[in-house]
Structure formats: C-alpha cells, structure tokens
C-alpha cells in the first residue's frame, strides 16, 4: 500500500486497467443500487434517492478520470436499459433525467478536487461535496425546466428545496467518511512501512 502516491483512495487498491474497470464497474453499481431507495414525493416529478450520495462516494474516490468514466457508464446503460436509474426507470429523458447528466459534471468537479487532496479534512470535504450537488443541480434544474416546462422559480422550489436537507446530511456523512477513511490508510501504510 502505497499512501504517499495515493491521490485518491482508489489509488490505495494494488493494480493497474483491471483495478480500474473494476472500480469503475462497480461505482456504476453503486449508484445504481443507491437510486432503488428511492422515496416518490407527490408534488414534484424528482425522487428523494440516495443517489446523490452514492455518486459523491464514487467520485471522490475514483478520481476525476474513474469518476467520470464511471458516471457515464452508469448514464449509458441506463439510457440502454438497464433499469437502475431512480425507481428502476431507464432510458433517455423524463424531467429528472438531467440529474442523472448532471452526475458527469459531478464526477469532473468532485473527481478534480479529491485529487488535489480536498476530501481529507472535514472542512474541505464539505466543500467538495457541495460543489458536487451544484454541479448535480446545475444541469438537473435546466432539464426539470425544458422537460416540465417550469419557470426557475417552479423548478427550484420543486427540483432543489426539497432536497436541500438530505443534501445536508449526505454532506455532512462524506464529511466524516473520507477523512476518516483517510486516516486509516495512513495509520495501516504506517504499520506496514513498520514491519
């Protein structure tokens, strides 16, 4: 295990391409898996998922590169099919699609900061992961405006407000997670670099 190289904590798992697509495979899954606990709210088209949360786990975990490519393998099975976006839905479009092209912009921005060391300590994490839901909201609310044809007042109250807790909340997790995480890779490289 080498910490001193490691960017971002993919880069503590031993291996090269087949490290990565695994990673990349499997933080697709995840977000996959997170969008099926999803709670359908009736005033407004978006879903209260667990989405969000799983897609600034990947990111900032993976890298801008992993991260990236990750987010677009998940957009592109779904629009293929597979049914693993929120509530089991696929394919291209509905208002809360934009969301789902949000998530690449996401993994761009999250991936970028991680690297340069933003998800170990608690302060910066918290940056990191609002500037990952801005990037989320940033292309989901223009598409929850063409799609439902909402003014961004509407859009806003619908497409944001309502998740700005949760987002709270997932911020406040990560927070604690990647620092933490952080911290024992050096604790367990430090005793390995003892033996």
Same mark, same amino acid.
């Given at each position: &295990?080498?910490?001193? !190289? ?12 087949? $490290? ?21 709210? =009736? %005033?407004? /088209?978006? /879903?209260?998922? &667990?989405?969000? *949360? ?5 990111? @900032? !975990?993976?890298? !801008?590169? +992993?991260? #990236?490519? !990750? ?11 597979? =049914? ?7 394919? %291209?479009?509905?208002?809360? %699609? ?7 912009? @996401?993994?761009?921005?999250?991936? +970028? #900061? ?30 929850? &405006? ?11 109250? #619908?497409?944001?407000?309502? *998740? ?7 911020? #406040? ?12 890779? $050096? +604790? ?6 003892? +033996?």
């Amino acid at each position: &295990m080498n910490t001193a !190289s490691s960017r971002v904590l993919a880069d503590v798992v031993p291996g090269g391409a087949v $490290r990565d697509a695994a990673l990349v495979t499997a933080g697709a899954g995840l977000v996959g898996v997170l969008a099926q606990i999803a709670i359908p709210l =009736p %005033f407004t /088209p978006v /879903p209260l998922t &667990m989405q969000t *949360f799983g897609v600034l786990l990947v990111c @900032a !975990s993976l890298g !801008s590169a +992993r991260g #990236l490519i !990750s987010m677009m393998l998940y957009a592109v099975m779904g629009i293929a099919g597979v =049914p693993w976006f929120a509530e089991g839905g696929s394919g %291209f479009g509905g208002a809360s %699609f934009g969301y789902v092209l949000g998530f690449i912009l @996401a993994a761009a921005v999250v991936g +970028r #900061l991680a690297e340069r060391g933003a998800t170990q300590s608690p302060v910066h994490t918290a940056g990191v992961m609002v500037l990952g839901n801005l990037a989320i909201y940033a292309v989901g609310v223009p598409w929850l &405006m063409a799609t439902a044809h909402l003014g961004l007042a509407t859009a806003l109250t #619908l497409g944001v407000v309502p *998740f700005l807790v949760g987002d709270l909340i997932k911020v #406040l997790a990560c927070s604690g997670v990647f620092p933490g995480s952080w911290h024992l890779v $050096r +604790r367990l490289g430090a005793q390995g670099m003892g +033996r």
